[in-house]
């Protein structure tokens, strides 16, 4: 099965939407194998932004992701970087089709609720960036024989 990473951002969890989110990707039949709650500290945020470094708005991107508690998620199933993907919707809420979290929950591309992992590359690095081995699960759910073949 694949992995993804998924973070709810800290207008996310201000605004109360950290269990809609679970809960969607719950509903959609994913399994949460890892979770955390916590205010990420500088370097942290610097790392994981890595990409953006020598971008203008890369010092707002770090400014804004360490402002307040996010909640980072890896959630497992088939296809679940692709579908997660597709359940944010577009980084811009403004194009992010309605009944996607962003279409949904965000207005501004600033504030747009939550970040997903863009790559099975991405999701490994993510992953890696925010969780130890020993902390994400592996186990069998009774659902599972419903959600797969």
Same mark, same amino acid.
């Given at each position: 099965?694949?992995?993804?990473?998924? &973070?709810?951002?800290?207008?996310?969890?201000?605004?109360?939407?950290?269990?809609?989110?679970?809960?969607?990707?719950?509903?959609?039949?994913?399994?949460?194998?890892?979770?955390? %709650?916590?205010? &990420?500290?500088?370097? %942290?945020?610097?790392? +994981?932004?890595?990409? +953006?470094?020598?971008?203008?708005?890369?010092?707002?991107?770090?400014?804004?992701?360490?402002?307040?508690?996010?909640?980072a &998620?890896?959630?497992?199933?088939?296809?679940?970087?692709?579908?997660?993907?597709?359940?944010?919707?577009?980084?811009?809420?403004?194009?992010? %089709?309605?009944?996607?979290?962003?279409?949904?929950?965000?207005?501004?591309?600033?504030?747009?609720?939550?970040?997903?992992s863009?790559?099975?590359?991405?999701?490994?690095?993510?992953?890696?960036?925010?969780?130890?081995?020993?902390?994400? %699960?592996?186990?069998?759910r009774?659902?599972?024989?419903?959600?797969?073949?």
């Open positions: 099965m694949e992995r993804t990473f998924v &973070m709810v951002k800290p207008d996310g969890v201000q605004r109360g939407l950290v269990g809609e989110i679970i809960a969607r990707f719950e509903r959609r039949g994913y399994k949460l194998v890892g979770l955390k %709650l916590f205010t &990420m500290p500088t370097a %942290l945020a610097e790392t +994981h932004y890595g990409e +953006h470094r020598n971008k203008a708005f890369f010092k707002g991107l770090v400014d804004f992701i360490t402002s307040g508690p996010v909640a &998620m890896v959630w497992e199933g088939k296809n679940v970087v692709a579908a997660a993907r597709e359940m944010l919707g577009a980084t811009d809420p403004q194009k992010a %089709l309605p009944g996607t979290i962003r279409g949904t929950y965000g207005i501004d591309i600033g504030r747009n609720v939550a970040h997903g863009d790559s099975e590359a991405s999701a490994v690095r993510e992953i890696g960036i925010f969780f130890e081995e020993a902390e994400l %699960l592996s186990y069998n009774a659902i599972d024989t419903w959600i797969y073949e």
